[in-house]
């Protein structure tokens, strides 16, 4: 628990000193915290002005006071306080479907998730090669999401924008390429201070890897470190540790003899995998965007705990929609004020005399909520707050048949419990080589972590013994706006009445921002923010990788969507994320199914040489029905084949082929 808070840096430019020599007679009967004006019952003494005390006061009672600051102007004897800023981040995501895309061939797929601005016209800005590209004006539905296609792009490394909007980079890459048959799955991450430790699953033609591996880490498109072995098991997976001590993004190049392939470390950049302390109730509670360890989840993102405290009020759970906290001494009065930033709600409930371990339930709504304290506890103020991430309760299921033949058209069923309206839902079906360096839910996760910093950064959790009277500020003729948000305060201070001030101010929960009258704010837009370069991914390929479908489509209940995968071989990802506009609400899952037929083969060989080169290549065959023959003939001559390990095969040898390799040579 922090330090009680030291008086001589008490500044607080919301606090406007009206008469100094009665401030100074109040002393310590007033004291300021970051989110609370405390009023002690020797207030009414010293101040001698009972009339101005707000009439919901009895001051017969002689009961202390706790104001909250975030809700309206408190006018009071000698002081004005302004409402305390309550920082938002509107939640806005944008993200492609792949990291990298096949110059002149594919189509970049761009996704706009903002559903506080429904029907509004975006600025989408692209930087090719971090010069400034194109403009593209961009209209979201009423759900407030667009897909927005870009085709004929030349090679080179892009970044994405929405103009004005303060938030991280899409970044991908246009190059000629292809990908390996070699999938490598990331089943499980656990970030321990600055090592991941992860399990991967490797497969090559639908068949698990048995053999040893090299991974690889790459960070922003440069490889660091050196390569290490990994063993991996009869069912393919294999377990090992990576540093990751630098800005980030990160991502893993595996290599299997002569095939590779690439495992994004989505969230890995450094703001978002760091720990933010979301709580000092009783124990310090963590938040990150890669799983901690014994970390609960929610919405793609994990709170675990990092210790004990002694703080009065404990809370144990911050993932759900109630909370429960805790008294661990006697309380004497108790000012509790629920946050909900998104539907702009503000609850605010006042206890007295609370006994120790009397728990007190709380109800949470949207996304996430700040639980704010300010209390009265033997005779001292204290105040505390906590951020409580709350589970989606929109629910979507995605049936997927377990397999399909290659080019055969299949039903995707999508269902939700939601059926009085239309959900929208982003549909993905694609390889499952390509590698996607973020997801809608992981952009919307890191601006709500990006909003509890701010909240954070202002927040306080202590004994408070600031007094209003230390706070030297000298009224203006005039308040000065503060800084732009999505919504507008208009003050006037030269009001010449307390009455004429109150009707001079607007208030909008959630910003506490201010404007002078007259302006209307347009789309809710912030100042851009630069990342590091993109991830550059290693050009050893074998096989161009297809995105099957990406389509925005509504579900009112239920939909069935066809889906035709490609002629090859392999396993397919399908995405899907849910977005409930009304309830600020979504929910992403994955399913996946194989394309795959009892006998299949792939040939390899150099797509260009000089006459009269030697080409050595690769054939690659799997036969699930039991013994097959292989021949490869070139101008109608058989070439011979060799196994691996230097056999030869003989021309109409009948092999028990099972994922098996042969060596071409001249």
Same mark, same amino acid.
């Given at each position: 628990?922090?330090?009680?808070?030291?008086?001589?840096?008490?500044?607080?430019?919301?606090?406007?000193?009206?008469?100094?020599?009665?401030?100074?007679?109040?002393?310590?009967?007033?004291?300021?915290?970051?989110?609370?004006?405390?009023?002690?019952?020797?207030?009414?003494?010293?101040?001698?002005?009972?009339?101005?005390?707000?009439?919901?006061?009895?001051?017969?009672?002689?009961?202390?006071?706790?104001?909250?600051?975030?809700?309206?102007?408190?006018?009071?004897?000698?002081?004005?306080?302004?409402?305390?800023?309550?920082?938002?981040?509107?939640?806005?995501?944008?993200?492609?479907?792949?990291?990298?895309?096949?110059?002149?061939?594919?189509?970049?797929?761009?996704?706009?998730?903002?559903?506080?601005?429904?029907?509004?016209?975006?600025?989408?800005?692209?930087?090719?090669?971090?010069?400034?590209?194109?403009?593209?004006?961009?209209?979201?539905?009423?759900?407030?999401?667009?897909?927005?296609?870009?085709?004929?792009?030349?090679?080179?490394?892009?970044?994405?924008?929405?103009?004005?909007?303060?938030?991280?980079?899409?970044?991908?890459?246009?190059?000629?390429?292809?990908?390996?048959?070699?999938?490598?799955?990331?089943?499980?991450?656990?970030?321990?201070?600055?090592?991941?430790?992860?399990?991967?699953?490797?497969?090559?033609?639908?068949?698990?890897?048995?053999?040893?591996?090299?991974?690889?880490?790459?960070?922003?498109?440069?490889?660091?470190?050196?390569?290490?072995?990994?063993?991996?098991?009869?069912?393919?997976?294999?377990?090992?540790?990576?540093?990751?001590?630098?800005?980030?993004?990160?991502?893993?190049?595996?290599?299997?003899?002569?095939?590779?392939?690439?495992?994004?470390?989505?969230?890995?950049?450094?703001?978002?995998?760091?720990?933010?302390?979301?709580?000092?109730?009783?124990?310090?509670?963590?938040?990150?965007?890669?799983?901690?360890?014994?970390?609960?989840?929610?919405?793609?993102?994990?709170?675990?705990?990092?210790?004990?405290?002694?703080?009065?009020?404990?809370?144990?759970?911050?993932?759900?929609?109630?909370?429960?906290?805790?008294?661990?001494?006697?309380?004497?009065?108790?000012?509790?004020?629920?946050?909900?930033?998104?539907?702009?709600?503000?609850?605010?409930?006042?206890?007295?005399?609370?006994?120790?371990?009397?728990?007190?339930?709380?109800?949470?709504?949207?996304?996430?909520?700040?639980?704010?304290?300010?209390?009265?506890?033997?005779?001292?103020?204290?105040?505390?707050?906590?951020?409580?991430?709350?589970?989606?309760?929109?629910?979507?299921?995605?049936?997927?048949?377990?397999?399909?033949?290659?080019?055969?058209?299949?039903?995707?069923?999508?269902?939700?419990?939601?059926?009085?309206?239309?959900?929208?839902?982003?549909?993905?079906?694609?390889?499952?080589?390509?590698?996607?360096?973020?997801?809608?839910?992981?952009?919307?996760?890191?601006?709500?972590?990006?909003?509890?910093?701010?909240?954070?950064?202002?927040?306080?959790?202590?004994?408070?013994?600031?007094?209003?009277?230390?706070?030297?500020?000298?009224?203006?003729?005039?308040?000065?706006?503060?800084?732009?948000?999505?919504?507008?305060?208009?003050?006037?201070?030269?009001?010449?009445?307390?009455?004429?001030?109150?009707?001079?101010?607007?208030?909008?929960?959630?910003?506490?921002?201010?404007?002078?009258?007259?302006?209307?704010?347009?789309?809710?837009?912030?100042?851009?923010?630069?990342?590091?370069?993109?991830?550059?991914?290693?050009?050893?390929?074998?096989?161009?990788?297809?995105?099957?479908?990406?389509?925005?489509?509504?579900?009112?209940?239920?939909?069935?969507?066809?889906?035709?995968?490609?002629?090859?071989?392999?396993?397919?990802?399908?995405?899907?994320?849910?977005?409930?506009?009304?309830?600020?609400?979504?929910?992403?899952?994955?399913?996946?199914?194989?394309?795959?037929?009892?006998?299949?083969?792939?040939?390899?060989?150099?797509?260009?040489?000089?006459?009269?080169?030697?080409?050595?290549?690769?054939?690659?065959?799997? #036969?699930?029905?039991?013994?097959?023959?292989?021949?490869?003939?070139?101008?109608?001559?058989?070439?011979?084949?060799?196994?691996?390990?230097?056999?030869?095969?003989?021309?109409?040898? #009948?092999?028990?082929?099972?994922?098996?390799?042969?060596?071409?040579?001249?």
């Amino acid at each position: 628990m922090k330090e009680p808070q030291n008086e001589l840096s008490s500044f607080d430019a919301s606090v406007i000193i009206s008469d100094h020599t009665l401030l100074q007679k109040i002393g310590d009967a007033a004291l300021l915290g970051s989110h609370f004006l405390f009023l002690t019952p020797d207030w009414y003494r010293r101040t001698g002005l009972l009339d101005l005390i707000a009439p919901r006061v009895d001051p017969s009672l002689q009961e202390p006071i706790i104001m909250f600051r975030g809700k309206r102007w408190i006018h009071l004897a000698g002081m004005q306080i302004a409402p305390s800023t309550l920082p938002d981040l509107p939640l806005v995501s944008l993200s492609c479907d792949k990291q990298l895309y096949r110059s002149h061939h594919d189509t970049i797929r761009l996704l706009i998730v903002a559903p506080h601005a429904p029907g509004t016209r975006q600025s989408l800005q692209l930087f090719f090669n971090d010069s400034h590209y194109a403009d593209y004006t961009v209209d979201l539905d009423r759900h407030g999401m667009a897909l927005w296609p870009i085709q004929d792009l030349p090679e080179g490394m892009y970044k994405a924008r929405i103009d004005g909007v303060e938030m991280d980079d899409c970044l991908f890459e246009v190059a000629e390429y292809r990908l390996a048959p070699l999938n490598v799955e990331l089943v499980s991450q656990e970030l321990q201070g600055d090592s991941l430790h992860f399990e991967l699953t490797v497969t090559t033609f639908q068949q698990p890897y048995t053999a040893q591996i090299e991974v690889e880490l790459q960070e922003r498109g440069q490889r660091i470190g050196s390569r290490f072995k990994l063993g991996c098991d009869r069912e393919g997976r294999c377990q090992g540790s990576v540093k990751l001590d630098g800005e980030g993004p990160y991502a893993l190049n595996i290599y299997a003899k002569d095939r590779t392939a690439t495992v994004a470390l989505k969230a890995s950049e450094k703001p978002r995998r760091e720990t933010l302390t979301i709580s000092e109730l009783g124990s310090i509670q963590v938040l990150s965007l890669l799983p901690l360890p014994r970390a609960e989840t929610a919405r793609g993102m994990y709170v675990g705990k990092g210790g004990q405290n002694t703080a009065p009020f404990q809370v144990q759970k911050l993932i759900g929609h109630e909370v429960v906290i805790t008294p661990r001494v006697p309380v004497d009065a108790l000012s509790l004020v629920v946050v909900d930033p998104q539907h702009e709600k503000i609850t605010e409930t006042t206890y007295n005399h609370i006994k120790a371990n009397e728990p007190l339930h709380i109800q949470t709504s949207g996304p996430y909520a700040l639980v704010f304290l300010g209390a009265i506890l033997d005779d001292r103020c204290w105040e505390g707050w906590c951020a409580v991430i709350n589970p989606s309760l929109l629910q979507l299921e995605c049936q997927v048949p377990a397999e399909t033949r290659p080019g055969t058209p299949i039903k995707l069923g999508l269902k939700t419990n939601v059926t009085d309206r239309p959900i929208a839902v982003q549909l993905i079906v694609k390889d499952q080589r390509v590698v996607a360096p973020t997801d809608p839910q992981v952009e919307l996760a890191a601006r709500i972590k990006g909003s509890l910093e701010k909240w954070a950064q202002q927040s306080y959790t202590g004994y408070v013994e600031r007094q209003v009277s230390n706070v030297i500020r000298p009224l203006p003729p005039r308040m000065q706006a503060f800084s732009a948000g999505t919504r507008f305060l208009r003050a006037t201070a030269s009001s010449s009445s307390s009455e004429e001030r109150e009707r001079g101010v607007m208030y909008s929960m959630g910003m506490g921002t201010q404007q002078p009258a007259g302006l209307v704010p347009e789309a809710p837009m912030m100042s851009g923010a630069l990342l590091p370069s993109p991830l550059e991914l290693p050009r050893v390929r074998m096989q161009f990788p297809e995105v099957v479908f990406n389509q925005l489509i509504e579900v009112e209940g239920t939909a069935e969507v066809e889906v035709k995968p490609g002629e090859g071989l392999g396993r397919y990802t399908v995405e899907a994320f849910a977005l409930d506009r009304e309830n600020f609400d979504w929910q992403r899952i994955e399913a996946s199914f194989e394309v795959t037929q009892p006998l299949a083969g792939e040939l390899t060989v150099a797509p260009f040489v000089l006459p009269g080169d030697a080409v050595l290549g690769r054939l690659d065959i799997l #036969s699930t029905r039991g013994e097959a023959t292989a021949e490869v003939q070139v101008n109608g001559q058989s070439v011979p084949l060799w196994f691996e390990d230097g056999r030869r095969v003989e021309p109409g040898q #009948s092999l028990s082929w099972l994922n098996t390799s042969a060596i071409l040579k001249p």
